[in-house]
């Protein structure tokens, strides 16, 4: 049977203006924020995807460490113990063009002979890529991709009958959220799950400076200011989105990538630097008029947030959202954590 690949719902509104609307409100606010989502157009997705195989930059690497060691067991323990039985179906939240899910989807055709994968995500393109890697390289799993976008809409499961569910929220995206919208994020997940059905979820850990102490806020800051100046790029990026699709006038020589670690809050800040007092011009468009923005030198635009986690924080983000903690997994260097969940 071929795949089917479900045609996306048009957007409610372009992206050019969703563009205009963040740009608008998050640089007349004090601080100066612009959210994350705006890296990712078709360079910053790029950028992005050398971020992963930077040396500094152990997350990807890291997770796909141990999905490599432990997915029989994963997928044996999402398989165990719950209600109806029948095969297990994964959806993806922000897949991506999923690269380390491959590792799972093939053990899931290992141990059940077939596996139905539902990739959600935003970008159509990323899907897209997604399905054909996947249909190329692992026989035995239909593709059911789905445009959505998961932060601000009902996530469009269709449930297929006599399956469970694993949704697979993995590569510490749900670090980009403040505390009370990871919650929300997966509040909206539970949603859609029955009890039994699980979650395996991706965080970074925190700095641990105990007996295994051997991650520290060195080795956060040097994973987001790497030395070839790749994270530099990407977040002096958004500028340039900024000028070609609003028409800014930002001098990118005039910005410097700034990172710093919070530790009372356990992320991990992204900032772009004034680096001397200067104004920049917004041209009027679809979210209203032409504005200036002021900034003094060394102010700052807050542009990401990178929360990390100890075990502690993702069982309480987990039962928050009505998950229990089955069982968790980590790397030997104690640098990253997958957590298996049963919605209760
Ligand atoms: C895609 C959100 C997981 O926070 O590590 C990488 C994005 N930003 N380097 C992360 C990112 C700078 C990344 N996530």
Redesign the pocket.
């Known amino acids: 049977m071929p795949p089917t690949i479900f045609a996306p719902d048009a957007p409610l509104i372009s992206t050019t203006d969703a563009v205009a609307f963040e740009a608008r409100v998050g640089l007349t606010a004090t601080p100066k924020t612009l959210s994350?989502w705006l890296f990712y157009d078709e360079a910053g997705s790029r950028l992005?995807e050398q971020?992963t195989e930077l040396p500094e930059?152990y997350?990807t690497r890291t997770e796909r460490g141990i999905f490599a060691a432990n997915a029989d067991e994963i997928l044996c323990e999402a398989a165990l113990g719950q209600g109806p039985s029948g095969k297990l179906t994964l959806i993806e939240l922000g897949a991506g063009t999923a690269t380390k899910t491959g590792i799972l989807l093939a053990e899931a055709v290992r141990q059940q002979g077939s596996v139905v994968y539902q990739p959600v995500d935003v970008s159509e393109t990323a899907l897209a890529e997604a399905s054909e890697n996947i249909l190329a390289n692992i026989p035995g799993v239909t593709v059911r991709s789905q445009v959505a976008d998961y932060t601000r809409e009902a996530l469009p499961l269709n449930r297929l009958p006599e399956t469970r569910t694993l949704a697979l929220y993995i590569?510490?995206?749900i670090?980009?959220f403040m505390p009370e919208d990871a919650r929300d994020v997966l509040r909206n997940l539970r949603a859609q799950l029955l009890p039994g059905d699980t979650l395996l979820l991706g965080t970074?850990l925190a700095p641990n400076g105990g007996p295994n102490g051997n991650k520290t806020a060195a080795t956060l800051l040097a994973a987001?200011d790497d030395a070839a100046g790749v994270?530099a790029a990407?977040n002096l990026n958004v500028l340039t989105r900024l000028n070609r699709d609003l028409k800014a006038d930002f001098a990118l020589a005039n910005f410097k990538h700034r990172v710093c670690w919070n530790p009372t809050q356990s992320r991990i800040e992204?900032h772009l630097e004034s680096v001397i007092a200067q104004r920049v011009h917004i041209p009027a468009n679809s979210s209203g008029p032409a504005f200036v923005v002021d900034f003094a030198r060394g102010e700052t635009i807050h542009t990401?947030n990178?929360y990390k986690f100890n075990s502690a924080a993702v069982e309480e983000l987990l039962s928050s959202a009505n998950f229990k903690k089955t069982k968790s997994w980590e790397d030997p260097q104690h640098l990253f954590a997958v957590t298996l969940a049963t919605a209760v």
Request: overall charge negative; aromatic content about 24%.
């Open positions: 994350p992005f971020i930059y997350l590569g510490s995206s670090g980009n970074d987001y994270t990407f992204m990401e990178s």
